[in-house]
């Protein structure tokens, strides 16, 4: 089973550019998940899809940051424009249901560096 | 809200040592309860889970029992190797489905 693609795995940029990253989950999983992670820290939730639906998006800073999940397979997250406290690893995850005892599946991330 | 605090690290250990990394949660109804592993150059990884109290997850001679009465699940293992040497994050879903996420603890073991 193919894992989870992201692309660009490593992107650097000036501040009040703007970025797009791309996730493709495993076939089948409806769950998508975007995770923050900046260095030192655990991973932050900024938004899930269920399908190509929006289930939560409480603390993706929605000024700056867009997500879209096209068909319900492919997902898109965008800044724009960064600022420098985005520099972190974006991580995308899918699931095959949102129950909780399913295991995510993580993908190797991007990691921006805005300077 | 749902939160998970670990030990504060580094941790720096001998081959063939003894490792606990204390996880405690706070959690409204009955979390499931997870380890994830970071390796080098890797992205995380589930390393082994619990759904309910009591249950014992374990993976690659690692161990975490689910401990309702101390809301806690420390991950154990009896002796560890240079190949183990990663970061190790605690991780509680809720009823929402939500991964929430410890800081993380870098484990490094050497020779």
């Known amino acids: 089973e193919a894992g989870v693609a992201q692309s660009p795995r490593y992107k650097i940029i000036e501040k009040r550019q703007s970025v797009a990253f791309w996730c493709n989950p495993i076939s089948g999983h409806a769950t998508l998940y975007w995770y923050q992670q900046i260095l030192g820290q655990g991973p932050k939730l900024l938004i899930q899809f269920q399908n190509n639906g929006v289930v939560d998006d409480s603390q993706l800073p929605k000024d700056r940051f867009s997500a879209e999940r096209l068909k319900g397979v492919d997902s898109t997250l965008k800044i724009q424009p960064a600022k420098l406290e985005d520099s972190a690893v974006y991580l995308c995850a899918s699931s095959p249901r949102s129950f909780p005892y399913y295991g995510y599946t993580f993908g190797s991330g991007t990691r921006l560096t805005v300077v | ?111």
């Open chain 2, 1 to 111: 809200g749902n939160s998970v605090t670990q030990m504060e690290g580094p941790v720096t250990l001998s081959e063939e040592a003894f490792l606990t990394i204390n996880c405690t949660y706070t959690a409204t109804g009955y979390p499931s309860l997870f380890w994830y592993v970071q390796y080098p150059g890797e992205g995380l990884q589930l390393l082994l889970k619990a759904t309910k109290a009591d249950d014992k997850g374990s993976n690659k001679g690692f161990e975490a029992t689910y401990r309702k009465e101390t809301t806690s699940f420390h991950l154990e293992k009896g002796s560890v190797q240079v190949s183990d040497s990663a970061v190790y994050f605690c991780a509680l879903t809720g009823a929402n489905s939500k991964l929430t996420f410890g800081k993380g603890i870098t484990l490094s073991v050497r020779p």
